[in-house]
Structure formats: structure tokens, C-alpha cells
């Protein structure tokens, strides 16, 4: 069995819903308290065993670039100033892992994206992150899709319990065996009544890399190729287990979910906290 060590993180989506902070700035730059979103994403890669990252971008994330570079000037100026604190904390990011770029060039959807990196990936089984879904837990997330990976050498989908009002909205597994998490399918968007489980997919795989094959027959649909096709057509061929996510998960593509990230990490900080919960406690609402 080969090691997880690659990771895929598509990040060439316009983030229309954030504009128009998101004009000029990618929305995976934009900062839960004062940390960019798309650094806690990689720090979870690199806590889970990652080691090369492939950044699927678009001419509009140059800024994703920067952040995982180098800043020489901004460097020598905070050693200037005596900001030593800073400056080791500037210099560790892109020590975090090799870092590698590719852009998309067309907005073709997900399934087209994980398709550019058949060459980066070259034969090994890798993970995908996405970086509109942020998850704090004890053990990573995607460490925990790994140790699935490895007790049964087979692809795996994340599982988050869903509340009634979002199965209508999201991909929903159906299990072969739910007490093993043994996958049999999804289904996009059921009515409640007919849901396989409560489980939705979030943004964390393991795939082997026969997904690539699957990816070049997928048709297009409504101007995208999705990835779900592919995943769907090799769960006919290889065998795909859920992991139940343990730990809390913050869906930051959107405003509310966002808004709430940002409350809840000053709340965990020990030089934050205090001033927020004053802050919380005079609200007048």
C-alpha cells in the first residue's frame, strides 16, 4: 500500500459570493481572524503526512502564490524592526511543503480541474482538499481519511451528519454497510423522504489514481465536468469507504458560515477570547 504524501487543493473559483472583497483578493486569502483560510487547509495537509501540494489555480489567485513564497523585502524589514516573533513566523510558510501551481485557464468545473494533475500525481493515490470547508478536530481531518485508507487500501469520501434542511442540498452516500461506512453510491440532492442516510460528502478525499481514467469519459453537464461522475463510475469498479468526520466543520464559502469561523476562532484564542465574549455578552441585538 502507497502513502498518501500528494494532495490536490482546486482553488479557481471566483468566489462570487464574496464580492467584491474577492475583485482583487482570491476569496481563500480572505483571513479567519488574522490567518489566510487556505494556510489552515494546508496546515491540515501537512499535519496529516503531505508533502507536495498542487494548487489548481486561475489567473486571479496570484496572490495564493505569493503567500507561499518567499517575501525577502517584508523579511529583512521585520528583522530591521526587531520583530523576530514575526519574522520566523513569515519565514516558516513556505517551508510548510513543496509547493506547485497549475492553472486551469477555463472555468470547466471541479472534474476538469483534478484532470490537470494526472502528471503531478503520476500513478500514486492522493488527496483532494477543498478550500471553502475548514475543520477543526483533535486528530486532522484528512489524517483521519488517511488511517481509513489505510485499514482497507481503498478510496475514501468524508461524512458529515446532516441536518433535514440541508439533504436536499447536498450529495448523500448510501451505504452497502453503514457500520463498517462501506459505500454503495450517492445521490445528488434527494428529497428527504427518500435519502439513503443523513450523510453528506464535504470537501476531503482519498482517491487511487484510476480516477483519472473515469475523469476522461465523464460528459459535461450544465457547462461543468463533476467530479461526482467520475466517483461514481469507479465506485462500479473499487471499492470506496466513509469517513464520519470528527471534529466541526465550517462551511467558509459562504457569508454565514464565514462570519461564524471567525467568532468561533477569536472565542478559542487565549488572547482574544476574553475581549470577545465581553464584546458578545453587551451586544445589543
Known amino acids: 500500500m502507497r502513502k498518501i504524501r500528494k494532495a490536490i487543493i482546486p482553488v479557481a473559483g471566483m468566489g462570487t459570493k464574496f464580492l467584491p472583497a474577492t475583485k482583487a483578493l482570491a476569496k481563500e486569502m480572505l483571513p479567519i481572524v488574522d490567518k489566510p483560510t487556505i494556510e489552515y487547509i494546508v496546515e491540515e495537509a501537512v499535519k496529516s503526512g503531505i508533502e507536495e501540494i498542487l494548487f489548481i489555480t486561475s489567473p486571479y489567485k496570484k496572490n495564493i502564490e505569493d503567500h507561499f513564497d518567499r517575501s525577502f523585502e517584508l523579511e529583512k524589514r521585520l528583522e530591521k524592526s526587531n520583530k523576530l516573533e514575526q519574522l520566523e513566523m513569515v519565514k516558516s510558510i513556505p517551508k ?19 484532470r490537470l494533475a494526472k502528471n503531478f ?23 483521519q481519511l488517511i488511517e481509513v485508507y489505510e485499514t482497507y487500501d481503498c478510496n475514501v469520501l468524508c461524512a458529515e451528519e446532516l441536518e433535514d434542511y440541508l439533504i436536499t442540498q447536498k450529495g448523500i ?14 445521490v445528488e440532492k434527494p428529497k428527504l423522504e427518500e435519502a439513503p442516510s443523513n450523510h453528506g460528502t464535504l470537501g476531503r478525499y482519498i482517491l487511487k489514481p484510476e480516477i483519472f481514467e473515469e475523469l476522461e469519459t465523464i460528459t459535461m453537464k450544465n457547462g461543468e465536468y463533476l467530479l461526482t461522475d467520475a466517483l461514481l463510475s469507479l465506485m462500479q469498479k473499487q471499492s470506496f469507504y466513509a469517513c464520519k468526520l470528527n471534529g466541526t466543520y465550517y462551511d467558509v464559502g459562504n457569508q454565514i458560515g464565514y462570519i ?16 470577545m465574549r465581553e464584546y458578545l455578552r453587551n451586544l445589543k441585538i
Do not use: M, W
Open 121 to 143: 500525481i503520476g500513478g500514486e493515490p492522493f488527496a483532494i482538499l477543498y478550500g471553502d470547508d475548514v475543520v477543526v478536530s483533535e486528530t486532522p481531518c484528512l489524517k
Open 96 to 114: 510548510l511543503a513543496s509547493f506547485y501551481y497549475l492553472r486551469q485557464g477555463e472555468p470547466l468545473g471541479t472534474g476538469h480541474a483534478i
Open 260 to 275: 461564524k469561523a471567525n467568532v468561533e476562532f477569536a472565542l478559542a484564542r487565549n488572547d482574544l477570547s476574553d475581549a
Open 173 to 186: 452516500i448510501e451505504y452497502e454497510d453503514v457500520n463498517s461506512g462501506k459505500v454503495k453510491g450517492l
